[in-house]
């Protein structure tokens, strides 16, 4: 028996009780010849707030084609995103992570609103990439996800390439001494020079990667940069695969299963993806109905090689990786070495494994994807640490460290910004732990990123002598020794409330522990005189976001 194509468009098109609506479509360009056809809802974050979103209105206008072309009929609609670049440091960053449930919720609004039958849809920054995946995770309706494209990297005064996060250290460096106001400046004028998210391994590019490793994106689609004409015909042809997947039946729990979420964990590990990749994908379960835990990521991640030698830490941007075949030469090095579920259905129809075949895909060039055999790390690039600082679990993005031991005498703020003033006056000394807390999803609330404080340690030459221990979180452009995610956050009553001037806190990868060495009688003493702050946001989205979210090893996901 065919499928139905009009899983839920009917209820606005047939019969005479639905003329009302009919009258409405009409007004919006539909015909007597269209009322047969699936309605697509085609969404998009496109705006004019950041580069990252720049590219999304034309590649929704040329997915339009594809669905007409394949005998839907297509309707754009678009949802937020917000800036994190731009936001970055100060208190719109803590809209940001808001804004992916925002993304999630608006779609589901709209998707159930209109009864559209299928969906198409597109995003650039950070939180967009996850919100839409979250949202066809709930919704269980055929749809297929592609990435607006990255940025093109600057060129510096001697050649070298920059990006954002180029420009985040060079603050840093400004108030060291180390750099002028004309080479900051000539640094800030080069480092974004076309339109498209940022351009290392940062979490756009990285929840790129892991839509395709997904299933959810067409094969090859997460590294073409923004301006490439490539794009207009992955978008394109995302829109006549929409339509296949109605023909075939498929839904998107159909392809987000268990081991699909192993294969973009795997992924992530091998490229050296974002820290915001543990975030985001248990998130995506919880919306798919996947059970997936934080020990999933640590059992995976250690057997992943990593080796892609990609930035923030590595050498090389997305437009690298392209150049010598884009995500899928490092599935196929992963699916020959044992270490990738090939069988997962894709937005296709066709497995991983066949999607591989038919790309006819190169091997690793040696340089910007190395073989298995010659890893950047032997472990995959994030690691689970759990201990006494964090018994509900921590994140540190292994392929961003040259050490993988840190002991040091803490040092606590209160919230990012007084470790910021810290920072730029040169008042952190070496083998410092920078402890910065009731910056968790509740707390903060919103869970900011770090990148502006991770940028100016680095800048300020503490990038490599310090670490950094927080209950909130860092951009896919951190690196160096800082460990985000500590669970339990701060304003729950986490260890990290309780760890004042002067601790010494112990992180040791391998042993997959982050220890904070102070006897249980004093912690006792402290938890008792501890006292819960009141919330820097007591009315509107905020308020309502603490009050909903749980905690990071959860993936910071909103409950009733």
């Not at 597109?122 to 990439?129: I, R």
């Not at 798919?288 to 030698?309: M, S």
């Not at 600082?389 to 002991?407: H, M, N, T, Y």
């Not at 002598?465 to 909130?472: I, P, Q, R, S």
Request: aromatic share 4%; with cysteine.
């Amino acid at each position: 028996m065919a499928n139905d194509m009009k899983p839920r468009s009917r209820e606005v098109t047939d019969g005479f009780e639905r003329a009302p609506a009919r009258a409405m479509l009409r007004a919006i360009g539909m015909t007597d010849d269209d009322w047969d056809k699936p309605q697509v809802g085609v969404a998009s974050s496109w705006n004019e707030v950041t580069p990252c979103n720049m590219s999304l209105d034309r590649l929704a206008k040329r997915a339009k084609e594809g669905v007409r072309e394949a005998g839907g009929f297509p309707i754009e609609f678009m949802t937020i995103a917000v800036s994190d670049g731009i936001s970055m440091g100060g208190e719109g960053m803590r809209a940001s992570l808001v804004s992916r449930e925002v993304i999630a919720d608006s779609v589901e609004t709209m998707m159930h609103a209109e009864r559209f039958d299928a969906m198409v849809t597109f995003a650039g920054c950070d939180k967009s990439l996850p919100g839409m995946l979250m949202a066809a995770a709930r919704l269980n309706l055929s749809s297929v996800f592609l990435y607006g494209g990255s940025i093109l990297p600057g060129k510096g005064p001697r050649g070298e390439a920059l990006d954002i996060v180029s420009v985040f250290e060079a603050v840093g460096a400004r108030a060291a001494g180390t750099l002028t106001d004309e080479e900051l400046g000539l640094i800030e004028r080069s480092a974004c020079p076309t339109v498209g998210s940022c351009a290392g391994m940062f979490t756009a590019n990285t929840m790129a990667s892991v839509a395709e490793a997904l299933g959810m994106a067409l094969p090859g689609s997460a590294s073409p940069a923004a301006v490439d004409p490539r794009r207009d015909e992955l978008a394109r042809e995302s829109g006549r695969a929409v339509i296949g997947l109605l023909e075939a039946g498929i839904r998107p729990r159909d392809i987000m299963t268990k081991a699909a979420f192993e294969n973009a964990i795997a992924v992530t590990m091998a490229l050296g993806g974002s820290t915001n990749a543990v975030l985001h994908l248990l998130a995506i379960a919880y919306e798919a109905r996947v059970e997936l835990t934080l020990d999933d990521f640590d059992r995976v991640g250690r057997r992943i090689p990593h080796i892609a030698d990609t930035k923030p830490h590595g050498r090389y941007h997305m437009v690298d990786l392209d150049g010598v075949g884009g995500v899928p030469v490092v599935m196929r090095a992963l699916l020959e070495g044992g270490l990738l579920h090939g069988d997962c259905l894709t937005v296709t129809g066709r497995t991983i494994a066949e999607n591989l075949d038919a790309l006819d895909t190169a091997a690793p060039d040696g340089q910007v994807v190395r073989p298995l055999s010659q890893p950047l790390h032997r472990d995959g690039g994030i690691a689970i640490l759990r201990g006494s600082l964090a018994p509900e679990g921590a994140v540190v993005k292994v392929a961003g460290i040259d050490q993988d031991r840190f002991e040091g005498l803490a040092r606590v703020f209160d919230g990012e910004d007084l470790a910021m003033e810290a920072i730029l006056a040169g008042a952190i000394a070496p083998g410092t732990v920078l402890v910065i807390r009731y910056e968790g999803p509740k707390g903060g609330p919103g869970m900011r990123e770090m990148l502006a404080v991770t940028g100016a340690m680095k800048g300020a030459g503490r990038g490599a002598d310090c670490a950094l221990m927080t209950d909130g979180r860092f951009s896919g452009g951190t690196h160096g020794f800082c460990v985000g995610h500590i669970a339990p956050e701060a304003i729950d009553g986490g260890p990290i409330g309780l760890v004042a001037d002067g601790d010494r806190i112990v992180v040791d990868v391998p042993t997959r522990s982050i220890e904070l060495l102070v006897d249980s009688t004093e912690l006792d003493r402290r938890r008792s005189q501890w006292k819960c702050p009141e919330s820097r946001y007591p009315t509107g989205v905020l308020a309502k976001y603490a009050r909903l979210v749980t905690g990071a090893e959860r993936g910071a996901v909103t409950e009733p």
